[in-house]
């Protein structure tokens, strides 16, 4: 019998549950003390303030109603897309178009604002195409066209991700029944696909609205007036503006009740399903046409190609000069750079945090079987689309408003919440590798005792290497664009690059305001690219695939 | 000596459990048969240590091993499937095997190539699982039992499904271990595996 090795390091079952706890409950406890301390400031909660004022009332109202009718025209077009993506899995440019469906959710808000305003502004392309064709058309950006447009352009290519992930999980056996017995349109869809899509519809529908509701840099730049104003706005001016905390904490309560009780709703059902795209891709089965159906398909590609595409070929055009432009007296470097600095000194530590956090509270979920242990990281992982950053930072702001007396603290807590806003979405993306053992492996590696450090670094850490590098990247990417909390904390004499960018266009600047979208832009395609790059396999590790049309039989 | 007595076991909920008995020599094998249901992979699993048993006790020369962690049991099981890590090579696979943070001496190294070559697969050690037949993966899996050095297999139907030439070779690297003194249990459906392995049949 050969002699046992030593224990594995980090071997002890402590060392996956404690540190998930321990975090679970700190930001338990931070998020309560927030809410608490915004609480007291209120001075007991008087819902009734906002029903007596006319002001309010619209706030709420309006609120509700644009991200409702986000989620109804996001949702309408995604179908339709990702209907077509399932459908057809090869032709020149699908990879191309998934990558740039994949940026809107981490496109910084307050770019591609920038972009949909080169596009569809007084100035932009759209419109002045608009003006030939039909003259006194009376478009404006400004107000609920243009927040439902810039909703759209974020939600629909997510929304039609995430429904093409559960369309691509219907088994191809059962695919190839329909194909077999030429299903096509309603009995297509009533059979094969609305099964498929239906346990993701009510994640997803709260996810939209949800990002919706809390949206801020978009009302900000787009609404064009107290109109179309919506909670998350209300909440930044009483606090920025009118100093008037105890109206901020009661709308602050208002939209935690309402974000809290839809998601609440959502878990009642027993939410499964991913809300993040996932990047493997099925091969496909050739189901039954409709008449004209590749024309019709091939239209809509292009129309939502279009669409995506636009407005970020309108930062780069109108960008790039600004950029290359290196002889001016101002150049635009002078505030770029410090920016990008402030900018990177927050999001690396909120990137890294989240990740981090992301591991110990999947951890010490895998490792509890008790309901309570298995509750507390849980919430943890979901709190920030509960408890929306805005309203998290109003509480913190309240409670440590006599304290923060320097930007580094002010920045430390933009650090910490925007590393706790990216906490859903990293969490999505590490779960699947962290669970993608099955219980046959997991019992091999018990039995030839590969724990702790051991588990880590030679089961795990080869499966979580690349999704790890890719939650690094959301989550630097999500704190690189922020705009909401950095308003809060941050100060307008140093600003990041999203506040930046926002001066610049409060001031008219443009030019300069587009280099520093395209700036922005480059600077997270790079963080992508070298996060991907770094997270890739070695050569020897990966697996070679045999081409789709080996696997699937040769339609006839 | 195994000795394995009165080893109780019952699934929550059940109302019907299982009562394992029985001892096993050093280089004896015991194949165990019966329907899918009937408890065989439970009795491999309560000596694995994947389930812990409601009463009853299980003794490796003398000591008692039923409290004991599987790392910590003189056990290797190999599956029907799922033996191998899918996103580590052979040769990573089999040294974990060795050494769980894989340390290897160089010798260690050297078994890991004379297993392989024993088997026929030398020039499979940085392939990938996927890479690999169901037969080769399953003398993958019984090169790293092996070289465990454990006093007793534990063969969850691990023939099953494969093609002749890959039974007969698994049938003679486990007819060499038990010659080496390794107890074995086979849970196994074929009735050649049984007679060609086996010392002692139990249908349960």
């Not at chain 1, 009510?202 to 007036?225: E, Q």
């Not at chain 2, 996927?130 to 019984?142: K, P, T």
């Amino acid at each position: 019998m050969r002699s046992t090795p030593p224990p594995a390091p980090l071997s002890h079952p402590g060392w996956q549950l404690i540190p998930g706890q321990l975090l679970g409950l700190a930001l338990v406890i931070l998020v309560a003390l927030g809410l608490g301390s915004m609480l007291i400031t209120a001075g007991g909660l008087d819902l009734s303030t906002v029903f007596n004022s006319r002001y309010l009332r619209g706030v709420v109202w309006f609120t509700v109603w644009q991200a409702m009718l986000s989620v109804l025209l996001s949702l309408a077009l995604a179908l339709p897309v990702a209907r077509t993506l399932a459908r057809y899995r090869r032709f020149p440019g699908r990879s191309a178009l998934l990558r740039v469906m994949e940026l809107s959710l981490v496109l910084p808000t307050i770019v591609a604002v920038s972009g949909i305003i080169g596009v569809y502004g007084r100035q932009g392309w759209g419109t002045g195409l608009l003006n030939e064709w039909f003259p006194g058309h009376g478009w404006n950006l400004y107000g609920l066209n243009g927040i439902l447009l810039a909703h759209i352009f974020f939600n629909a290519p997510l929304a039609a991700r995430v429904m093409l992930q559960s369309l691509e999980t219907i088994p191809p056996s059962r695919l190839r029944i329909a194909s077999q017995l030429g299903l096509r349109g309603w009995w297509l869809w009533r059979s094969v696909e609305w099964p498929a899509l239906r346990p993701v519809l009510p994640g997803l529908s709260a996810l939209v609205f949800t990002l919706c509701f809390t949206s801020f840099a978009i009302i900000m730049t787009l609404g064009g007036g107290p109109a179309a104003t919506t909670l998350e706005v209300a909440i930044y001016q009483a606090l920025r503006f009118e100093f008037d905390f105890p109206q901020a904490a009661v709308l602050a309560v208002i939209q935690l009740l309402i974000c809290g009780g839809l998601w609440w709703l959502v878990f009642r059902q027993r939410l499964e399903s991913s809300l993040l795209p996932n990047r493997q891709l099925s091969h496909s089965v050739p189901l039954k046409p409709w008449p004209a159906q590749h024309l019709l398909s091939a239209a809509l590609l292009l129309v939502f190609s279009l669409f995506l595409l636009l407005p970020l070929l309108a930062i780069g055009i109108r960008g790039l000069p600004a950029l290359l432009a290196l002889n001016t007296a101002h150049s635009i470097y002078e505030q770029l750079l410090p920016a990008t600095g402030r900018s990177l000194l927050i999001a690396l530590p909120a990137g890294f945090g989240s990740v981090a956090a992301s591991l110990m509270i999947l951890a010490s979920i895998n490792k509890t079987k008790n309901p309570i242990m298995k509750a507390i990281p849980t919430t943890t992982g979901y709190l920030p689309l509960i408890v929306p950053p805005i309203v998290l930072g109003t509480g913190l702001f309240l409670l440590l408003r006599p304290g923060l007396g320097n930007h580094t603290q002010g920045w430390v807590l933009v650090a910490l919440i925007n590393s706790l806003m990216a906490l859903p979405f990293v969490i999505q993306i590490l779960r699947g590798p962290l669970n993608g053992l099955d219980s046959h492996s997991l019992r091999v590696a018990d039995q030839l005792g590969i724990l702790g450090w051991y588990r880590w670094r030679r089961i795990y850490w080869p499966l979580l290497r690349r999704p790890m590098a890719l939650g690094l990247a959301y989550g630097i990417a999500l704190s690189m664009g922020d705009f909401g909390v950095i308003a809060l904390f941050g100060s307008p004499g140093q600003p990041t690059l999203p506040v930046l960018l926002y001066q610049q266009l409060g001031s008219y600047q443009v030019s300069a305001a587009a280099g520093t979208g395209l700036w922005l832009l480059m600077l997270l395609v790079f963080i992508f690219g070298l996060l991907s790059a770094i997270g890739r396999p070695p050569a020897h590790l990966q697996k070679k695939r045999l081409p789709e049309a080996a696997l699937e039989p040769k339609h006839v | 000596m195994f000795d394995v007595k009165h080893l109780c076991f019952r699934y929550p909920g059940q109302t019907d459990g299982w009562e394992y008995h029985f001892s096993l020599a050093p280089g004896h094998c015991v194949a165990i048969h019966g329907a899918s249901g009937s408890g065989k992979t439970t009795l491999l699993n309560l000596i694995a240590g994947f389930l812990q048993p409601d009463s009853g006790t299980i003794h490796w020369e003398g000591k008692a091993i039923e409290q004991l962690e599987p790392w910590n049991r003189p056990v290797t099981t190999v599956f029907q499937e799922h033996n191998l890590f899918e996103h580590l090579d052979v040769a990573t696979n089999i040294g974990l095997g060795l050494h769980p943070g894989l340390k290897l001496t160089p010798e260690q190294t050297k078994e890991i190539q004379q297993g392989l070559e024993r088997t026929g697969l030398a020039a499979f050690g940085t392939r990938m699982p996927g890479d690999l037949s169901g037969g080769q993966r399953q003398r993958v899996a019984l090169v790293r039992a092996i070289l465990r050095r454990q006093p007793l297999l534990l063969l969850d139907e691990p023939l099953t499904g494969l093609d002749t030439e890959a039974k007969a070779s698994l049938r003679s690297m486990l007819l060499e271990e038990k010659s080496r003194g390794v107890a074995l249990i086979l849970a196994s459906h074929d009735e050649d595996d049984r007679k060609l392995l086996a010392d002692h049949y139990w249908n349960l």
